[in-house]
């Protein structure tokens, strides 16, 4: 289990200090599949970096209970750009994060290809970035992710740059995916339909500083169908207190 | 409309020849003072004079040495100084009104301390090598670093590279290879213009030879070093070239 306590996270400048985060609050069990879903500049994509310690809190904690392994790292991202490091071919970009962790060339190779082949592209090993689709660039950045077994796999509007068909086909592959590998995952999106569609929960985070204002469980049976009544009416309560929230920010 | 490839090289082959005709006929039609301007085929006999008494081989040989050694230097330098600087704000801050001050002082500038400092002697040439290289190579390479995608930094950091070597190593040169390629390739033409100069002040080499015989009025062997001087430059940028384009193959 992930818990996040208390999460501030506050910035000073010229014209004073602004809070980003308050009293951010969200344990997350081992496996699950938590969405968090806002307004584009909410600080969705904050709230990732200071999770994964890009970006040191000003309070608060993140304590994971399972135990540091070597060869492991605790989180893992994916970024809304792929950010395949150029002058690596597919397989050394799957390997980056597995360098520096004590491992031998064969061990990094062998669990490379597997990240690899959980997304498909284990053809593609030998290529290089630019000779990719946008969508498999994407899938090259999640198996980089898979690759370092992360205790949670943080996800930030990774389809966002994507278009319609190649982001349905990757939702379905992320949803099979989490089944095969047990992954944890804190997945960021402003899409909610996306978020009702992949999440066993859905965190609405909104207001100026930004806390969590609902969490909604998604039950029922996967794989789940896009025009689910039930997820349709979860997916329309969570835009009206969104709506909500922004009109009586904005004093309408 | 593109023009094909045969007229473009037979127009090529055309300018050449008309170019030699032409300062052929200069002097063979008595326009020109032969001893002012050497006719084109009059040089391959004074070639073979120089290169039989030995001292077109000791020339070349004395102002690779010069070139070689202080283009490495000054460079390596350069590079290291201007990758040191990218990355640290405070030797930027540090270092700021130094570069200011000494940068705009020309590399020839410096001739009169070289000669104080180290005599008519190699020392001297290679001081003045190392100083024409260094500005070109320590700005290439400090704005290459900080040209980097900080989003690439972002990536190393979450994927556990976050010591500055990590950084360097992963992301920072790998990154910047082509700008700081593209200064090393100026620094070797501002190099080997530096050697002639600084072998024109009297350090042995292709640029005293000439200087040498340009007081006797021998104008056929100041040409000879003049198409020695650009052959040997074109074979070290197509050398160069050649070894830019293996480090860069994932450019294709």
Redo the contacts between chains.
Sequence with gaps: MISIKDLTLSFDSDRGRTIVLKDFHLDIADGEFVAVVGASGVGKSTLLRVI?G?VKPTSGTVTRDTPETPGR?P???V?Q?A?L?????VVKNVE??L???GLDKATKRSRALAALELVGLADKADR?PHQLSGGQRQRVAIA?ALA?DPDLLMMDEPFGALDAITRQGLQDELVDLWQRTGKTILFVTHDIDEAVYLADRVVLLAGSPAGVRSADRIDGPRPRHRDDAGARETANAIRGRLSGIVEAGAGI | MARPRALRLSLSLLGVLLFFALWEALPRLGLVKPMLLPAPSDIPATFWRELTSGAWVDAVLQSLQHYLSGLILGSALGVALGVATGMSRTLEDMTNWIVRLLRPIPGLAWVPFAIIWFGVSSTAANFIIIVGVFWINYFAALGAVQAVDR??I??A?????RSPL?RLV??IL??S?QPIMAGLRTGLGQAWMAVVAAELFGVAGLGQRMMQASSLLATDVVVVYMITMAVLYGVVDMAFVALRDRLLA??A
């Design positions: 994964a890009l790292r989180y893992a991202m970024f750009d950010r490091l150029p002058w690596r071919r980056f994060g360098e520096g962790l290089w980089r370092v | 989003d690439l972002e990536l950091n979450a994927f556990g590279h990590a992963k992301v790998p990154a290879v994932w450019k």
